[in-house]
């Protein structure tokens, strides 16, 4: 029998605490089982798909990615379209698609995860050229990632502090857009197009959401009473946002969007300035991720 190996890609800086210490663990793990494996570490943004690039010369290892949901795009986004096959330890601070999925990341799990898991082939989101694995959009939530990102605290904690702090000043967000041709005008509180169901930490933007029905879900909430802020929280963690007032949920195929009066848009956790009209879209079938 021919045992896999593995070529890890490392993200040293992910999640709210360090990966360095966490893979050196596993690596004694990988070792005592005599299972083949290379690594490397990402020294900057953008790393990650640079490496991968070089691997895929190579072609003979099961890639990898240990970080959090950016890493991951770096990764996954050069292998869509590709029938290279990867796998995805989750070390970030939200890890949506890692949680949706089910992958572990306990070490004496993550093993077993490498070693047994299946290969399936998953959806992939697009916004004009860049792909997204989990979610993207714009409204309140880019705003609190634009400011997540720059926050020394990280994790969840970190998370809801930022939350609190913008909400009670955040006025809205003047869009017009297009789901399968039906047109949308007006101020909302967030529009997320969504793979995933999730953003990350249990939190379900979208509860419909399937990874293989070839259809992006998106989720549009309307500015709503201060009052209801708790039941909005209490909806969105308790997986039944598609049924709380002030939310609309359709699938589709493709989305339009004309205009955006914020300047934050984000994508699978990462913020830019996206340039308007985009076209955001699905590519059925387009990556081959291990899960559990």
Known sequence: ??????????????????????FDKLKAELQKRSIPFSSIKTKWAGHASELVQKLLKKGEALIVSVGGDGTFNEVA???????????????????????????????????????????????????NNDYFFCTCGFGFDALIAHRFDGSKKRGLKGYVRNVIKSFFSFKGVTAQFTLDGKAYKGNYFAVTIANANQYGNDAFI???????????????????????????????????IHKARFVET???????????????????????????????????????????
């Not at 004496?108 to 290969?119: A, D, F, N, P």
């Not at 990462?270 to 879209?281: F, W």
């Open 77 to 127: 986004s050069i292998l869509v379209g590709t029938n290279q096959k990867m796998a995805h330890i989750p070390r970030g601070s939200g890890n949506g698609l890692a949680r949706m999925l089910k992958i572990p990341h306990k070490i004496g799990k993550v093993v077993g995860y490498l070693e047994s898991g299946t290969i399936k082939e998953i959806d992939v989101g697009r916004v």
């Open 1 to 22: 029998m021919v045992r896999k190996k593995y070529a890890f890609i490392v993200n040293p800086i992910a999640g709210s605490k360090s990966s360095t210490k966490y």
């Open 206 to 240: 979208a509860p419909k959401a399937n990874l293989q029905d070839g259809l992006l879900d998106v989720t549009i909430i309307k500015p709503f009473p201060l009052w209801y802020a708790p039941l909005m929280a209490i909806a969105l963690f308790g997986n039944w």
């Open 250 to 292: 359709r699938k589709a195929k493709k989305v339009e969007l004309h205009s955006i009066s914020s300047p934050y848009f984000h994508r699978d956790g990462d913020v830019y300035p996206l340039q308007v009209p985009a076209t955001l879209s699905v590519f059925p079938s387009g990556l081959y991720l291990q899960t559990p």
